[in-house]
């Protein structure tokens, strides 16, 4: 027996990866025909491939205006697609496949949302489900916004709708790019009118965007032509049409200062938010809001059932909708809201998930019952079974209330989720929330820089000198009064996005230049850069008494480069024990101070033997997960702990009320990688610095430290030589440092070639080494060597903005050889102590 769990349909043409392309489901432009051969054409493959048992995915091609199909690829196993299937049918697929694996038929498989219905059932939607991709293109600038066949987003965010236009706004929303859905492309910050004929003729994440704003203006006279230079189906584009039409009705009225509330009604059925009605009729959001009320028209929850409706859904996962009837009860009051972190994107990923689902998991092992709301498909926490009731809706305050005001309950977590939920706290309690945990006014604190600088000199706690301007004119002075170089970054962001060093005023004006917003709402957080420095992670648990700290992490890269790019290494691997004593006595001061109950997190620098904090942020990091899962006790699990009453004291975690816990790494020596994905975007160039560019993270277990690290290059597939030529590079300030690091390369049977400074160095230590030729010097050049794979592994750091510059082509292609490079001459450090044990040691499986 098969069964086809779900049709996917591109809304891009064949030539942009399916991955990057807005997809939905149900296929929405075939006939019943066309769909049929097509459904018969997947299990006559399945059948001819031998796939006996399990998930498969096949894609086809079709021609839109002829019935030619072609069949792109199969996959004998759960892919990408699959995953994005399971959320948006509510069907299993990996769990039914392990099912079937085991030795069970299709019709012995119970379908475990309705729990009386077999698998062998084909799920029947009465919704849309529209995914869009997330792009950060913008952390990639030499690499263009072109799309092609190569997959460049970096997560995605799915809706449900009844239908498909109102699911296309809300996953447009969720995907948070500040986005009110469907939007005219001038709309968009950086777009004008130029812009859209340009964009409507090229594979661009923005094109859909583009496709409207001419639709809008010129109305179903375009839609053909717009049809042709896009790809778009026809049918597509009608419902933009429709929504069009309905967004002019709306601007009408605005005008004639009344509103219509059958308009209203058909608004909110295509998906528009009260923000999107309220700039199309010149009202305020609350007047939206108000008039709504006042006519009825509320969000309601309809179940992803798998069968339409036929059967009651046993398993609540729920999407809402408007102008129905509504399927389900409130939870109540007893219940606890987790808002977690939506789309993945870099700088916010899977660890924030992993805290909401722990959390969870925490609170129903505890007996209360708990409400998920989020928007990412490719998450553990949109698994159905993980909550009491799964909310698949945008992560924005007008969802997220309406969540509030429909379960009846008030209690929301917001620690969890990054900086989307936390962006929320002030809306929310405006509107009645009650935020688990730390108050909202500690989180402001903590947040507000001015409160903040106070609260540390109170607690005589050292931090670089800063400023904070609030006008793109202040900030030079900001910037002397600070003392260059200084670290110029925008407040209110994960990831170090728009973040930068400047060295000089010339490059401090040409930062301002590429138009960054600098104002009282955005402010332009100015801060001494520490060069030299070494940065730390401590993160911890407090219920506003006592600290336990899961762990201090120690990153291997100096200060400049983001945290979640460094490797950091669990226990702090060079550091006096008095330093680690004001760290823990900083730390506990803080969390008394800031009555912190739950999570706290402080990022701190040491120069010189002197202790800096350069923030502390009372969420869940996304260090989180590694700390727990290297010292064997689940943070999260604590934090929901105190959330529930219970303090540190008796959870065993610390002796005596005001005390300090502290866990330690059960392997030894733990280290987390930073991932990165630069060969998915042409002309990169390489070079890490405070804005957060890795798309992921692995660990490394060991007994050593050298053990240790070895395993988590190989797990983010730098795979360390150990035997060959290396190649030096530094800037002045690292060649004493790059000394014993070159000895040691050479007692381990490396040649050395070096650049004509770094050799002269070198030969003054007693180093002999081959000189070799910079790019701009003639040829042959070290990207030469790199090129004809006469090189094993590339020490190169720069210092300075022309430095890294002239250096871009040697890491560039040493990137594109899959040649190991490494920028700091810490991380060479940690390299050789890796390579000495690739050379000298077996690996061995050890029991946790």
């Known amino acids: 027996n098969a069964i086809i769990v779900c049709s996917i349909e591109n809304i891009d043409p064949m030539g942009v990866?399916?991955?990057?392309?807005i997809t939905i489901a149900p296929i929405q432009t075939l006939s019943d025909s066309q769909y049929q051969k097509m459904r018969t054409a997947a299990i006559d493959i399945l059948r001819a491939v031998g796939v006996d048992c399990g998930g498969s995915n096949v894609q086809f091609a079709l021609e839109p205006d002829s019935d030619r199909m072609i069949i792109i690829e199969m996959n004998p196993r759960v892919s990408r697609s699959s995953a994005l299937a399971s959320k948006a049918t509510g069907f299993p697929i990996a769990r039914c496949s392990a099912k079937l694996a085991v030795g069970l038929t299709l019709d012995e498989v119970l379908n475990e949302i309705t729990g009386v219905t077999a698998s062998c059932f084909e799920p029947a939607l009465d919704y849309c489900a529209v995914k869009v991709p997330r792009f950060e293109l913008e952390k990639f600038p030499m690499s263009g916004d072109a799309l092609g066949t190569q997959m460049r987003s970096v997560g995605e965010s799915l809706a449900l709708g009844r239908t498909a236009i109102e699911a296309l706004n809300k996953a447009l929303r969720a995907t948070e790019r500040?986005?009110?859905?469907?939007?005219?492309?001038?709309?968009?910050r950086g777009y004008g009118v130029d812009d859209v004929e340009t964009i409507l003729g090229c594979a661009h994440p923005l094109r859909i965007l583009a496709a409207y704003s001419v639709l809008k203006r010129f109305g179903s006279e375009r839609l053909e032509d717009v049809s042709r230079k896009t790809g778009y189906d026809r049918w597509f584009l009608a419902q933009m049409l429709r929504q069009a039409a309905v967004e002019k009705e709306l601007h009408l009225q605005g005008q004639m200062d009344g509103f219509d509330g059958d308009t209203i009604l058909q608004a909110k059925r295509m998906g528009l938010s009260d923000?999107?009605?309220?700039d199309l009729t010149g009202r305020s959001v609350e007047g939206v809001l108000r008039f709504r009320k006042s006519a009825g028209i509320e969000a309601v929850a309809h179940y992803v059932d798998t069968c339409a409706g036929e059967f009651p859904a046993r398993t609540p996962y729920c999407y809402t909708t408007y102008g129905e009837e509504d399927e389900g009860e409130s939870l109540g009051s007893d219940a606890v809201i987790i808002v977690a972190s939506g789309p993945n994107?870099?700088?916010?990923?899977?660890?924030?998930?992993?805290?909401?689902?722990?959390?969870?998991?925490a609170y129903r092992k505890l007996g209360r019952k708990t409400i998920m709301v989020n928007s990412n498909p490719e998450t553990v926490s949109t698994d159905f079974n993980i909550s009491d009731r799964l909310y698949l809706e945008p992560l924005t305050v007008e969802h997220v209330q309406r969540i509030l005001e429909r379960e009846r309950t008030a209690d929301i977590v917001l620690q969890l989720g990054g900086q989307t939920p936390l962006n929320m706290v002030e809306a929310l309690v405006a509107k009645g929330a009650r935020v688990v945990g730390t108050s909202p006014e500690s989180l402001q604190t903590a947040d507000d820089r001015g409160r903040f600088s106070a609260l540390l000199s109170q607690l005589n706690l050292r931090q670089s000198a800063n400023r904070t301007a609030t006008d793109a004119l202040e900030v030079?002075?900001?910037?002397?009064?600070a003392g260059y170089p200084v670290l110029l970054r925008p407040s209110h962001v994960l990831g170090g996005r728009s973040m930068v060093i400047a060295y000089t005023e010339e490059e401090l004006v040409g930062f301002l230049a590429t138009g960054i917003t600098v104002s009282p709402e955005s402010p332009l957080l100015v801060d001494h850069f520490l060069e030299d420095a070494f940065e730390y992670d401590l993160d911890a648990v407090s219920d506003g008494k006592s600290l336990y700290i899961g762990g201090i992490l120690q990153h291997i890269e100096a200060a400049g480069i983001h945290s979640g790019d460094s490797a950091a290494v669990f226990p702090p691997y060079k550091s006096s024990p008095e330093i680690l004593d004001q760290m823990r006595a900083g730390a506990l001061a803080l969390a008394r101070s800031l009555q912190v109950k739950g999570f706290m997190n402080i990022q701190f620098a040491v120069q010189d033997g002197r202790l800096y904090i350069i923030e502390v942020n009372p969420r869940a990091s996304r260090t989180v997960p590694f700390i727990s899962k290297t010292s064997g006790v689940d943070l999260v699990e604590v934090a929901v702990r105190i959330w529930q009453g219970e303090d540190l004291v008796s959870q065993g975690l610390v002796q005596q009320e005001g005390g300090i816990g502290e866990g330690r790494c059960i392997t030894g020596w733990a280290i987390k990688e930073a991932v990165f994905s630069f060969d998915r975007f042409a002309n990169v160039d390489p070079q890490l610095g405070p804005e957060m560019r890795?798309?992921?993270e692995v660990v490394g277990l060991g007994a050593t430290f050298g053990e240790a690290f070895a395993k988590s290059q190989i797990g983010a597939g730098n795979h360390l030589p150990v035997r060959g030529r290396v190649c030096i590079s530094v800037n002045k300030r690292d060649r004493n440092t790059i000394v014993p690091i070159a000895r040691d390369l050479q007692e381990l049977g490396f040649a050395?070639?070096?650049t004509r400074g770094t050799a002269r160095d070198l030969f003054d230590a007693g180093i002999l080494c081959e000189t070799v030729l910079k790019v701009h010097e003639g040829h042959p050049n070290l990207v030469d060597h790199i090129r004809h794979q006469r090189i094993a592994l590339v020490i190169n750091t720069p210092m300075g903005v022309k430095a890294r510059q002239s250096d871009d082509d040697l890491r560039t292609e040493a990137m594109r050889m899959n040649i190991p490079y490494t920028t700091t001459t810490s991380a060479a450090a940690a390299a050789v102590q890796a390579i000495r044990y690739l050379k000298s040691q077996q690996f061995s499986v050890v029991p946790l």
């Open 275 to 278: 923000s999107r009605i309220a």
């Open 752 to 754: 050395l070639a070096a």
């Open 476 to 481: 030079p002075k900001c910037a002397r009064e």
């Open 345 to 361: 994107r870099i700088g916010q990923g899977l660890e924030f998930d992993t805290c909401c689902t722990l959390a969870s998991l």
């Open 17 to 21: 990866h399916t991955g990057d392309s």
């Open 178 to 188: 500040s986005l009110e859905g469907l939007v005219a492309l001038e709309e968009v």
């Open 694 to 696: 890795s798309t992921g």
